[in-house]
């Protein structure tokens, strides 16, 4: 069945309206925004971000800096803030607003693609299903970073029992706390050797070791490091034997990532029977639409067949979040 979407009068309002919609947000966030220089490039030199060269047109220098400003302004919020958080611990080098626009942008293409597919078959049905791909498209940038933050962290956690084995064995031979994290930065891997190199450069610009071992624990947000550097604080409080300390803590370490390994192995099993139990409908959909569309299109079908089609959908993903749930053991 297709449908006649609108008039050529109605598309031309549409887009005009569009148009103009588009251009009043851009000029609002244009007029809202100063730039404050010192701000910036005291983040690029604490974040490590190379600055602009100053052979850039003023042209060229308008986007930046409008993102930058929308930037600060959005950290005011306590909800953007976690993102920010976010972006730091999967070390995107880019700035919140900046991926909230990467959000924005892969809603519209993907759901401007369901449109462009539903409408001519479903007709104002398609508007929903348009929505709600691009909903779900919203996310795919966020589905990506914290796929990078789990990577991310993972290593960083497997590099924490050698990085604290170096720091040990720095101050055994006489060396102070900021010389073992210069020597992590310099000779250890990524990512335990950027994080430190950040380290090294907040206290570079005037920050001391405990404030800048709390922003790092404060970032990567695992027990681990928060332990590590609580004993340090509390060693240049109070005093105490920091060698032995660490080394109880990397051992610690080492045992707590043994075990997630065997729990790992053990549900296994279980995660990848949770993966394939739920694409298995969605990829016998498209195995079925493409050999008979005819058949399977009733589907999208107004009435009961979309009906179905959305409930089993939803219900597919309700049970792949109830497996992945059963299967996550905290330790």
Do not use: C
């Amino acid at each position: 069945m297709i449908y006649n979407l609108s008039t050529p009068s109605e598309m031309l309002l549409l887009a005009v309206t569009t148009g103009l919609g588009i251009f009043t947000v851009f000029f609002g966030l244009y007029v809202w925004s100063v730039p404050h220089r010192i701000e910036v490039r005291l983040s690029q030199h604490v974040s490590g971000n190379r600055p602009a060269t100053t052979g850039q047109t003023d042209f060229s220098r308008t986007s930046p800096e409008l993102l930058e400003a929308i930037n600060r302004r959005l950290l005011r919020q306590r909800r953007v803030a976690s993102t920010a958080q976010m972006l730091a611990r999967a070390n995107v080098p880019i700035t919140v607003a900046e991926f909230i626009l990467s959000r924005v942008v892969a809603a519209l293409v993907l759901g401007g693609l369901a449109a462009v597919w539903a409408l001519p078959r479903v007709g104002l049905i398609g508007v929903a299903i348009a929505i709600a791909v691009g909903l779900v498209g919203s996310y795919l940038p966020l589905f990506y970073v914290q796929f990078l933050v789990n990577r991310r962290l993972t290593a960083f956690e497997a590099q924490l029992p050698d990085a604290l084995g170096v720091v040990a064995g720095s101050l055994q031979a006489g060396s102070g706390i900021a010389q073992a994290f210069q020597l992590i930065a310099s000779d250890m891997p990524a990512p335990i050797s950027e994080e430190f190199s950040r380290v090294n450069r907040e206290v570079s610009v005037g920050l001391s070791v405990n404030e800048a071992l709390t922003n790092l624990a404060e970032r990567i947000g695992t027990e681990d490091i928060d332990l590590v550097a609580t004993a340090i604080t509390i060693q240049g409080r109070v005093g105490g034997n920091l060698v032995n300390t660490l080394q109880i803590i990397s051992q610690t370490v080492r045992e707590r990532i043994k075990l997630r390994g065997e729990v790992k192995v053990l549900t296994a099993m279980q995660r990848l029977s949770a993966m394939v139990i739920s694409a298995v409908p969605y990829v016998l959909g498209a195995i079925i639409y493409l050999m008979n569309p005819k058949y399977i299109g009733r589907l999208f079908e107004p009435g009961i067949g979309l009906t179905m089609l959305v409930t089993a959908i939803v219900m597919a993903l309700v049970g792949f979040l109830a497996l992945r749930k059963i299967t996550d053991i905290a330790l």
